[in-house]
């Protein structure tokens, strides 16, 4: 788990550049951390309807 922890947030941010919403869901339940960077993602927030 230390590469999860290791990784800079900016870098996991570009990896899901390349994620649907669906893949981002996803990825926002491996730790706390991705969670934060998944929920600031433009396309997790962009999907949100008002």
């Given at each position: 788990?230390?590469?999860?922890?290791?990784?800079?947030?900016?870098?996991?941010?570009?990896?899901?550049?390349?994620?649907?919403l669906r893949e981002?869901?996803?990825?926002?339940?491996?730790?706390?951390?991705?969670?934060?960077?998944?929920?600031?993602?433009?396309?997790f927030y962009g999907?949100?309807?008002?």
């Amino acid at each position: 788990m230390s590469f999860l922890r290791d990784t800079p947030a900016e870098l996991i941010a570009l990896i899901f550049d390349n994620f649907s919403l669906r893949e981002i869901i996803l990825a926002s339940h491996v730790c706390q951390s991705w969670r934060l960077i998944a929920r600031t993602h433009p396309v997790f927030y962009g999907a949100a309807r008002l």
